[in-house]
Every structure is written in C-alpha cells, then in structure tokens.
C-alpha cells in the first residue's frame, strides 16, 4: 500500500506540473488569469448540471412540440435518473481501464457537454416514432457531465488550483450563464 500511496503523490504532482496552466505567460486581471476568466465562461456550459436545467427550464416549450407530450419530463427524468445511478461505478471502471489524468477527463466532459448543448440548439425538434431522440441524448450527455462536476473538475480544481478556483465552480457561477 505504502508503493500505491507513493505512486499516487507522484502521479498528482506531475499532473501539476503538466496540468496546471503556467501564471507566468499569462496575463492577469487581479488574481486570477484571463485563461481562468475563459476556461470558467466555458466551464459554465460544461462540465456542470446547467444543461440538464436549461433543458428542464424549456420543457413548456418542448413538451408542447414533441410526440411525448406532457410525459416528456418524465421521460427526460428518467433518463437522467438513471444516469445518476450508474455514473460512479462506470466512471471507476472506465477509470481503470482508461487511466486518464483528471484534467482529460475535465476536457472530454466539457467537449461532450458543449457538443451536446449543440445538438439540442440544432436539433430539439427531432423526432421519429413518437421518440424525442435528440433530446433523451442531449440529457444522458448533459447528466454525465452534471455528474463530472463532482468526479472530475472539482477534484482536479484541488489538486491543481487553489481554491477560489473552486469556489467559482461552485458558488453559482453557472447559475448565471442560465
């Protein structure tokens, strides 16, 4: 265990030193770089749960233009639901077989999120069969990435930030961007 414990610092510390956006070539506003100001903006879209809530802040839009009609919250919820209930043993497997460093994960969560919120401005009134497909996608997307949140980017703001870094992500900063 003692190997395990020590591999793991040594782990985090290169993840530091690879992870971590330099202070030094970056232009600062205040204590916090502009790089910060930019990845946060995006971070507001991704990874977090403000797609899932502007998609249910919609649903009196949508259910009226969808098959499902009323029922279609319920089925997004559903969806996300089950999401939620599957994510944490799926993101350790994937962890283990992947090995990936927190902030790839960070990354591919928020491409996924950003592309998923594309999808739904492009394609919300997709249908077939009586089956919103675009929109059940967009949420499984988003719920992944509202669940990256907590398994992910604020674990790498730990490690490699301080911690208004996560303050920010957390203190209702994409409560705004909705």
Not at 45 to 55: C, E, K, R, T
Not at 88 to 101: F, K
Request: hydrophobic share 50%; proline share 3%.
């Amino acid at each position: 265990q003692r190997g395990a414990h020590q591999a793991s610092d040594t782990a985090r510390g290169e993840l530091r030193d690879k992870g971590r956006m330099g202070d030094d070539d970056e232009a600062e506003t205040g204590n916090v770089s502009v790089w910060t100001h930019v990845i946060f903006f995006f971070c507001g879209v991704a990874p977090s749960w403000i797609l899932v809530d502007g998609m249910f802040a919609q649903i009196s839009t949508l259910d009226r233009s969808q098959p499902e009609g009323l029922a279609l919250a319920t089925y997004l919820g559903a969806v996300s639901a089950s999401v939620n209930t599957v994510i944490v043993p799926a993101y350790d497997a994937a962890q283990r077989w992947l090995q990936w460093p927190m902030r790839r994960w960070v990354q591919v969560i928020a491409y996924a999120q950003i592309g998923a919120a594309a999808l739904a401005a492009i394609g919300w009134r997709a249908h077939a069969g009586g089956f919103s497909f675009v929109l059940y996608l967009v949420i499984l997307v988003a719920s992944i990435a509202g669940n990256g949140q907590q398994l992910v980017l604020l674990p790498w703001l730990a490690d490699d930030c301080d911690n208004k870094r996560i303050a920010m992500a957390m203190a209702g900063g994409q409560s705004g961007v909705l």
